[in-house]
């Protein structure tokens, strides 16, 4: 398995499912109000902790290799899907902050570093997905 490669996999316990990547595990899992166990993280959360995990590993690598005095980045994520006739828009809401020795500038840049982060930029382009049995 490489690195762009998950195994996911459910059994017989309605909506716990186990995600591997490589030599960790993850288990993704529904609220029992919806028929789960409530042993994980639902998909969607999945979805939003993707992207703040890697806006925060993208600010903090860029704000390390500045030598700036970030101690510490919280992101706070949300979503919102509307619906029209045609298709539907989701939004995604990313509240950033930063705890550190740092100046409005500096703030203001590791902002739009956090705009290129991969999976950001992933998620802000066309994406194909295909399905096949094998």
Not at 25 to 52: H, R
Not at 81 to 90: A, D, G, I, N, V
Not at 114 to 123: D, F, R, Y
Request: charged share 25%; aromatic share 4%.
């Amino acid at each position: 398995m490489n690195d762009n490669e998950i195994l996911v996999t459910i059994g017989d316990i309605p909506y716990t499912t186990t995600i591997t990547h490589g030599k960790n595990t993850l288990i993704a899992d529904e609220p029992q109000e919806l028929g789960g166990q409530d042993k994980g993280v639902n998909p969607p959360a999945l979805l939003l902790s993707a992207i703040g995990s890697c806006k925060a590993m993208t600010v903090k690598m860029y704000a390390d290799r500045k030598k700036w005095k970030l101690e510490e980045v919280n992101i706070k994520l949300s979503y919102e899907t509307l619906k029209s006739e045609l298709q539907q828009t989701t939004y995604i809401k990313c509240h950033l902050s930063f705890k550190g020795e740092l100046d409005q500038e500096q703030k203001d840049r590791l902002l739009q570093i956090a705009e290129k982060c991969p999976i950001h930029k992933i998620l802000s382009n066309p994406i194909i997905i295909s399905s096949n049995l094998i």
